[in-house]
């Protein structure tokens, strides 16, 4: 309930005489109005989860931070969102939102089975890696926006390293499934630098910069300028982070190391922060530089005021995406079920529909209604009460003797 709150100015108070010197005019009494700060001290913070896979060609979040508006627009309705670097990064672009965790897809993935949990931080120390591969010049403007990072923004970028070895970095759309994939030829190289980093430099966050080929295919490149098609970088970025996640259970995120394209008076804005700059580095080293730590899931690390999967009130994804590990392992969860709500307008490349996989999920158009159902959802408000005539009559269980001597129950619609 909202108050109402009358103020105006004191009178001045007398003067050594006793009497009171002349005031200023009357001054016109203030009308505030302002909600009453209510604490939440006997309900818990609800969290949600946002998942736009990568490489798949999304409708929203398959380009350069084109979900990050959903994101921000997220989590002003939440306590907490956790969410990955997909939806995040924007290459030179970034949005700093303190209710919002940046978690690698594979440590999302182990945290929906609820094998990990994350502990969020004040600060983490992030190292970075350059690929070997990455020439002198390109190489040069990466370290520079790590030390633009650290003077202008004060993130901790402590040290960098160079490879042994150059990555070789190779990229496909793959023709099954139509997702953009790849692979490193030297994995081992990138594991010893990170290796390197960890224990030099006591880095707990790791940026990795791989160099990339020119793209053969041109015409899938002009399709992603122009706001269509795969982001054909994606998929082996996430099999890069991926890697290093798995091995050293630290945040990592990955900026592909490209030349500059020409000018183009047709690129979509959904495509343009990848070309504003020299670097997709700059939302990499701000993400990581308060990312939360990954802890294996046991009664040491639940003490240390963690977020595990049961945490999780509800989880928003496109329509057609709802195959992955993490994904499915929310769906299946048997304590503390979340909310999975799945969004047509967010079309991808795949078919992994709530109905292919027997998935009990709230369907709505877009991205709107989401939000909508996730206010009323923490409001305590059935969704569907919200909408003309979705609230049918309560259903009746009725118990019946079973063969063996056990009950049974049905459920049967009150007439």
């Known amino acids: 309930m909202a108050a109402l709150h009358l103020s105006r100015s004191l009178l001045s108070p007398p003067a050594g005489n006793g009497f009171f010197k002349k005031s200023r005019p009357p001054v016109a009494p203030k009308l505030v109005c302002c909600a009453p700060q209510h604490t939440n001290k006997w309900k818990r913070n609800y969290t949600s989860v946002m998942i736009v896979p990568t490489g798949v060609g999304a409708a929203i979040g398959g380009f350069a931070g084109d979900a990050l508006p959903v994101a921000r627009a997220l989590s002003s309705v939440v306590d907490c969102l956790i969410t990955h670097p997909n939806v995040l990064n924007a290459a030179m672009l970034y949005w700093p939102m303190l209710n919002v965790l940046y ?28 690929d070997a591969g990455i ?10 926006v790590a030390d633009a990072t650290r003077a202008s923004l004060g993130l901790p970028v402590v040290e960098y390293t160079v490879t042994d070895t150059p990555l070789e970095v190779e990229k496909w759309i793959d023709c099954k499934t139509g997702q953009s994939t790849g692979r490193i030829k030297h994995p081992d190289s990138l594991l010893r630098a990170v290796q390197t980093l960890v224990n030099r430099a006591q880095v707990n966050a790791i940026a990795v910069v791989g160099r990339f080929p020119e793209d053969d295919d041109r015409d899938d490149l002009d399709d992603y300028r122009q706001g269509k098609g795969i982001d054909v970088l994606a998929g082996v970025e996430a099999i890069i982070s991926h890697l290093v ?3 050293f259970q630290i945040p990592c995120a990955h900026a592909p190391a490209v030349s500059a394209l020409p000018l183009s008076q047709c690129l979509s804005p959904k495509s343009a922060a990848e070309e504003i700059g020299y670097t997709f580095l700059p939302c990499v080293l701000a993400g990581l530089s308060k990312a939360p730590q990954y802890l294996i899931k046991s009664p040491e690390s639940l003490e240390k005021r963690s977020i595990c999967a049961s945490d999780v009130d509800s989880v928003i994804l496109p329509m057609d995406a ?9 769906a299946r969860s048997k304590r503390n079920k979340p909310l999975i ?18 998935i009990n999920a709230m369907k709505v158009s877009n991205y709107w209604e989401a939000l909508g159902v996730i206010a009323a959802h923490k409001a ?17 269980t009725s118990i019946m003797p079973a063969k063996n001597g056990c009950a049974a129950s049905r459920a049967i619609p009150i007439n």
């Open 103 to 130: 978690v690698e897809g594979h440590a999302l993935d182990r945290f929906a089975e609820g094998l990990w949990v994350l502990q969020p931080v004040h600060q983490n120390k992030v190292g970075l890696v350059l």
């Open 135 to 144: 020439e002198e010049d390109l190489r040069i403007r990466h370290l520079q």
């Open 245 to 247: 996640v798995k091995e």
């Open 322 to 330: 709802c195959g992955g590990d993490g994904a499915l392992a929310f």
């Open 341 to 358: 709500i799945c969004v047509e307008e967010n079309e991808t490349v795949l078919n992994d529909t709530p109905d292919e996989l027997g």
């Open 380 to 396: 305590g408000i059935d969704p569907y009460s919200l909408r003309r005539d979705h609230i049918g009559k309560i259903r009746r």
